[in-house]
């Protein structure tokens, strides 16, 4: 069974960092590629980055230069580390993984709060 299960959520001032971590469960991990996006309150969900199984990056412009998303395909896990955390990334996090087949799967979602 695929499950991807994020962790790392939680509430920071603005200025500060929080590193959100998506384990996931499946076989051949490397050649999936994956996102993290994030859905706030009476918005769309929205990419926010994505790492290619080749290791190319993507990234929102509003986020570009703050977050960094990286993955570790000996442990099946991708990181996205927010730096200068701001009250507009206040939002619900989702892990996002695509198979070469084109299917896709979602985690359950991480809270991430920035506020004074």
């Known amino acids: 069974q695929v499950q991807l299960v994020e962790s790392g959520g939680g509430s920071m001032q603005p200025g500060g960092t929080l590193s959100l971590s998506c384990a996931a469960s499946v076989a051949f991990f490397s050649v999936w590629d994956m996102d993290w996006y994030r859905q706030a309150p009476g918005k769309q969900r929205e990419l926010v980055a994505a790492?290619?199984?080749?290791?190319?990056?993507n990234y929102a412009d509003v986020v570009k230069g703050r977050f960094t998303i990286s993955r570790d395909n000996a442990k099946n896990t991708v990181i996205l580390q927010m730096n200068n955390l701001k009250p507009e990334d206040t939002a619900v996090y989702y892990c996002?993984?695509?198979?070469?087949?084109?299917?896709?799967?979602w985690g359950q979602g991480t809270q991430v709060t920035v506020s004074s």
């Open positions: 790492i290619g199984r080749g290791g190319d990056t």
């Open positions: 996002h993984g695509r198979t070469r087949g084109g299917y896709d799967y």
